[in-house]
């Protein structure tokens, strides 16, 4: 995973959780995903790619935490958390790259938990970019709904609420300062002043307005190179425009564009600072005929090197724009 030398090879694996979000639909999200021609590009694109097909929750030791008042599911998902992170862990540990695959955002908590683990280990700081309508920062404390898939980023920040999720797993936080929330456009009252008593890095959709993509995008890459760190993208159906993407059960209208979207993947890629991916919350069943499912993977190909010419964007662009 070091920036210096990218890895060749990816490994596939779908999560079909569902049970995270108040829609139902997203454990079609990885078959989707596979049919829209995922693995195919990757190949194009000069990959070794291994599919490892879904994942399943296995049945886990019996947990001795009381699950939280406020949070729906618990249980289950910690199923799907526990099997995930040590899933994730034995992955990173190849060489090979993940691309975890959803279902809904509550599985982050468990990809970046392994990944996270992982990079602990070999002494590199994991980053995470969470490009997202919502902040997800959520905690039982805090939370409007009880649903799972809005606390994941403050899980992975040790908030604490879901202490028990991963049992005996290992858990590998990553501090406040490592997490950029990306295209927020929507966050919860008491959610909002959480991100902020803990000063998490936040770009609303406003900034964006304002600045563009690429000159925030390369704030976040400097970061990481800074700290000689690596990246974790966890990318939300929802971070997009619903013009573009429909197929998502919460849509938030405002959100990027298209090209914004695939100018963010490009300069992603060329950093070389990309170690995982999660892609999130596709509901194919709210899709207009695989239409969002086409475009997520697309995105992905631009975050693995597709170009619409062979130049990498201009190291002057930032210049431009400021």
Same mark, same amino acid.
């Given at each position: 995973?070091? !920036?210096? &030398?990218?890895?060749?090879? #990816?490994?596939?694996?779908?999560?079909?959780?569902?049970?995270?979000?108040? !829609?139902?639909?997203?454990?079609?999200?990885?078959?989707?995903?596979?049919?829209?021609?995922?693995?195919?590009?990757?190949?194009?694109?000069?990959?070794?790619?291994?599919?490892?097909?879904?994942? /399943?929750?296995?049945?886990?030791?019996?947990?001795?935490?009381?699950?939280?008042?406020?949070?729906?599911?618990?249980?289950?998902?910690?199923?799907?958390?526990?099997?995930?992170?040590?899933?994730?862990?034995?992955?990173?540990?190849?060489?090979?790259?993940?691309?975890?695959?959803?279902?809904?955002?509550?599985?982050?908590?468990?990809?970046?938990?392994?990944?996270?683990?992982?990079?602990? *280990? !070999?002494?590199? *700081?994991?980053?995470?970019?969470?490009?997202? =309508? /919502?902040?997800?920062?959520?905690?039982?404390?805090?939370?409007?709904?009880?649903?799972?898939?809005?606390?994941?980023?403050?899980?992975?920040?040790?908030?604490?609420?879901?202490?028990?999720? @991963?049992?005996?797993?290992?858990?590998?936080? #990553?501090?406040?300062?490592?997490?950029?929330?990306?295209?927020?456009?929507?966050?919860?009252?008491?959610? &909002?002043?959480?991100? &902020?008593?803990? &000063?998490?890095?936040?770009?609303?959709?406003?900034?964006?307005? *304002?600045?563009?993509?690429?000159?925030?995008?390369?704030?976040?890459?400097?970061?990481?190179?800074? /700290?000689?760190?690596?990246? /974790?993208?966890?990318?939300?159906?929802?971070?997009?425009?619903?013009?573009? =993407?429909?197929?998502?059960?919460?849509?938030?209208?405002?959100?990027?564009?298209?090209?914004?979207?695939? $100018?963010?993947?490009? @300069? $992603?890629?060329?950093?070389?600072?990309?170690?995982?991916?999660?892609?999130?919350?596709?509901?194919?069943?709210?899709?207009?005929?695989?239409?969002?499912?086409?475009?997520?993977?697309? $995105?992905?190909?631009?975050?693995?090197?597709?170009?619409?010419?062979?130049?990498?964007?201009?190291?002057?662009?930032?210049?431009?724009? *400021?």
């Amino acid at each position: 995973m070091d !920036q210096r &030398k990218r890895p060749d090879h #990816i490994t596939l694996l779908g999560v079909p959780v569902e049970i995270g979000a108040s !829609q139902l639909g997203t454990l079609m999200g990885p078959d989707a995903m596979r049919t829209a021609g995922l693995k195919p590009l990757l190949e194009e694109l000069g990959f070794a790619v291994e599919d490892h097909g879904n994942l /399943h929750s296995a049945q886990r030791p019996p947990n001795d935490d009381a699950p939280p008042v406020h949070a729906k599911y618990y249980r289950e998902i910690q199923g799907w958390v526990q099997t995930l992170s040590a899933r994730a862990y034995e992955i990173a540990r190849t060489g090979t790259l993940p691309i975890f695959i959803g279902g809904d955002h509550s599985l982050s908590m468990g990809s970046v938990n392994g990944v996270a683990r992982y990079c602990q *280990e !070999q002494g590199r *700081e994991l980053f995470v970019l969470w490009l997202d =309508a /919502h902040a997800d920062y959520n905690t039982p404390q805090t939370t409007v709904t009880g649903n799972m898939h809005g606390m994941s980023a403050a899980f992975l920040c040790g908030e604490p609420g879901l202490d028990g999720l @991963l049992g005996h797993e290992p858990r590998a936080s #990553i501090t406040p300062d490592r997490l950029d929330l990306f295209g927020i456009r929507s966050i919860d009252k008491l959610e &909002k002043a959480l991100v &902020k008593e803990r &000063k998490v890095s936040l770009i609303d959709m406003r900034q964006i307005d *304002e600045f563009g993509v690429s000159v925030l995008i390369r704030r976040v890459i400097d970061r990481v190179k800074a /700290h000689n760190g690596v990246l /974790h993208v966890s990318l939300d159906v929802d971070f997009l425009d619903p013009v573009t =993407a429909p197929g998502v059960g919460t849509l938030v209208q405002g959100g990027a564009s298209y090209r914004e979207a695939h $100018l963010i993947m490009e @300069l $992603l890629h060329d950093s070389g600072l990309v170690c995982s991916v999660d892609v999130v919350e596709l509901n194919p069943f709210l899709d207009e005929r695989g239409r969002t499912a086409r475009v997520m993977v697309e $995105l992905v190909g631009s975050l693995f090197g597709q170009q619409i010419t062979d130049r990498p964007t201009p190291s002057n662009a930032i210049t431009a724009a *400021e």
